[in-house]
């Protein structure tokens, strides 16, 4: 699948140089209001998202919109973007939000649309077109917020610094570029006033990295970081948790927090080896590690700082997944959507 090709080379680029650490291990707790094992034993799942009752996700085979029950059930399809590939998902009360690029692509990935699709199922509206490779999108009660990596050269192997962060009404009615000249911004997080970024410095040209903040309403962004490297971002009530690598050589890399005004970082992991975004739930944070090509380990270490501790065999398809008060979601490599204990 080209989408794999083009995600192949952008890691490629803009690898980050992880340490490797030993951690404690402990079995999953078990909750007795919770149901687990597989919810759909027959799809291919790259991407997902979840709400307070369902699991939406992407089946890669013939890029179809599912959503299934969290306590299991039968699947629903929402809608099918046939010649199209997924680059992200997102969710809100109403909509499923999801970034699309054309499928048949091999020296540039060509820009793309976002879609909204209605969750109790519908016809799709496009509300934003020609956006560059979005690898994730956010939404509140108006609208809709993605980052734009750039331009992705697959045949000469760089990206351009021309990575975006911007907004779109729902409707589609107004688009709005907060953030602009970015240095490959791959990750982004909103709260009630800002929207927080991260920038990779892999561009051409273009070795800004850092933790960014910019107002949903646009003007001046603020530099929170300059000497961490910043790859995917997860917000809590008070702080930014993200994954990266420290430029000053004091953690190499792996999964820090520092407050959402900036200031301190906090190491939480040193692992070179971690391939997913993480997710805050409970005041623990829960990650995927891949050691080698043939393993990957679902961890989660204390959002205050502590030991980190191995939950199990992640067998994920990629590196998305999803967790709630309940347990996680993620696809194996089984083909299989599947909900464990967290």
């Known amino acids: ?74 699947r629903q399809q929402l809608a099918q973007f046939p010649e199209v590939l997924v680059t992200a998902i997102a969710v809100d009360d109403a909509n499923v939000y999801v970034a699309t690029i054309v499928g048949d692509f091999s020296a540039t990935i060509p820009p793309g649309d976002i879609w909204a699709i209605p969750k109790a199922g519908g016809t799709p509206r496009t509300i934003a077109s020609g956006v560059l490779f979005v690898t994730q999108l956010a939404s509140d009660a108006t609208h809709v917020y993605w980052v734009s990596v750039g331009t992705v050269k697959l045949d000469e192997e760089e990206i351009l610094s021309d990575g975006k962060v911007e907004r779109v009404t729902k409707d589609g009615s107004s688009r709005q570029v907060l953030a602009s000249g970015l240095s490959t911004p791959t990750t982004l997080s909103v709260d009630d006033a800002n929207v927080y970024f991260g920038e990779r410095g892999s561009a051409v040209g273009n070795p800004s990295i850092g933790l960014r903040r910019v107002a949903k309403s646009g003007g001046t962004t603020t530099y929170l970081l300059d000497d961490h490297l910043v790859a995917d971002l997860a917000i809590s009530d008070n702080d930014l948790v993200f994954v990266g690598a420290s430029a000053t050589g004091t953690a190499a890399a792996g999964l820090f927090r520092v407050a959402r005004t900036g200031g301190a970082v906090q190491t939480l992991v040193e ?68 909900k464990g204990t967290r």
């Open 1 to 74: 699948m080209k989408r794999h090709v083009a995600t192949a080379v952008l890691l490629l680029i803009v690898a980050v140089p992880l340490f490797a650490k030993h951690r404690a291990v402990s079995s999953p707790g078990n909750k007795a209001a919770c149901n687990y094992g597989v919810l759909d034993p027959d799809v291919f799942v790259n991407t997902l998202t979840i709400d307070a009752t369902h699991v939406y996700y992407i089946d890669e085979f013939d890029t179809t919109l599912y959503r299934i029950p969290k306590s299991g059930g039968a």
């Open 271 to 338: 692992d070179e080896n971690i391939d997913s975004p993480p997710h805050i739930v409970a005041g623990q944070v829960y990650y995927i590690t891949l050691p080698d090509e043939s393993s990957d380990a679902l961890m989660r270490v204390p959002l205050a700082g502590g030991n980190a501790v191995l939950l199990r065999a992640a067998n994920a398809v990629g590196n998305d997944f999803a967790v709630d008060d309940c347990g996680t979601y993620i696809g194996t490599n089984e083909d299989a959507l599947v």
